[in-house]
């Protein structure tokens, strides 16, 4: 037998832990979430077009890091309703 959070468990039953990683210590998390916010917002952008925004994307993830989303679309076009 083995202890497990201070209590004993039965011989090859494993302890099972689960970490949780708010900010992006253990894993870069940051990165996919901003690729996603670009990929959210690029048909809003003043210059999107198909070949213009993977040249975009690097510099806009690294300007927009940490921003919350709202602040994001400060950038975008504005829409007009006809």
Known sequence: MGICLGKRRPAGQKCIAI?????????????????????????????????????????WMQNNAGKAFEFMLEVTKPTTNT
Not at 19 to 28: H, R, S, V, W, Y
Not at 29 to 40: G, N, Q, S
Not at 41 to 58: F, H, Q
């Open 19 to 59: 970490l949780f990683d708010f900010d992006g210590t253990i894993g870069n998390t940051e990165t996919p979430a901003m690729e996603v916010a670009f990929w959210e917002i690029a048909p809003y952008l003043v210059k999107a077009d198909g070949g213009a925004l993977e040249e975009m994307k690097v510099p």
